[in-house]
């Protein structure tokens, strides 16, 4: 499920996990999924730098403590998405869609929580962000720093345009084999 997305999304992801795990909830929520993109710092990141130093009054908004003491014993326990969370996620998905990402970014994650109605939104209006300005923010950080090529995009291109080159070719094989097919018929 998560092969698309980036070691800090995943990384977000599991923070997202670990507020759930440490305050013994029931389900991970838009807001945990939140919390676990403001404690991933990345270097240079979108949703890193749109989020720096409001921790503290998100957490306020959302009502969940900074974790203290000791780490939950039982982190192996699985802990289902709630359905914001899990609409938090496919708005991500979607949000790559529309920068023409093959991967889920951190930075989508947040636009995902911004895409609707959720109590993680609504902490992040009252620090005075919205949809718009994430995506500008996205925008203007991507121009100045894009996202490094993999090997396989340096072989292949982006992932989607070899799905299209390979589809090409399969139909140009299945045309001229039907063309041979005919032509083999007629002369015969």
Do not use: C
Request: proline fraction near 4%; glycine fraction near 4%.
């Amino acid at each position: 499920m998560f092969e698309r997305y980036t070691e800090q999304a995943r990384r977000a992801i599991f923070f997202a996990r670990y507020e759930a795990s440490f305050h013994s909830a029931g389900e991970i929520t838009a807001g945990h999924i939140l919390l676990g993109v403001v404690r991933e710092a990345e270097t240079r990141s979108v949703a890193a730098s749109l989020l720096e130093g409001h921790e503290i009054s998100i957490r306020s908004t959302l009502g969940i403590p900074l974790p203290s003491g000791k780490a939950p014993i039982d982190l192996m326990k699985d802990i289902p998405l709630d359905r914001n969370a899990k609409m938090v996620l496919a708005y991500a998905f979607n949000e790559a869609e529309v920068d023409n990402s093959y991967y889920i970014y951190t930075d989508h994650i947040l636009r995902g929580v911004l895409r609707f109605p959720n109590e993680a939104a609504d902490a992040l209006q009252l620090i005075s962000l919205d949809l718009a300005k994430a995506r500008t923010a996205s925008k203007l950080i991507r121009a100045k720093y894009p996202p490094k090529k993999t090997l396989y995009h340096r072989l292949f291109g982006s992932p989607f345009q070899a799905h299209r080159v390979a589809l090409a070719k399969l139909l140009a094989f299945l045309i001229v084999t039907v063309l041979a097919t005919l032509l083999i018929r007629w002369l015969n």
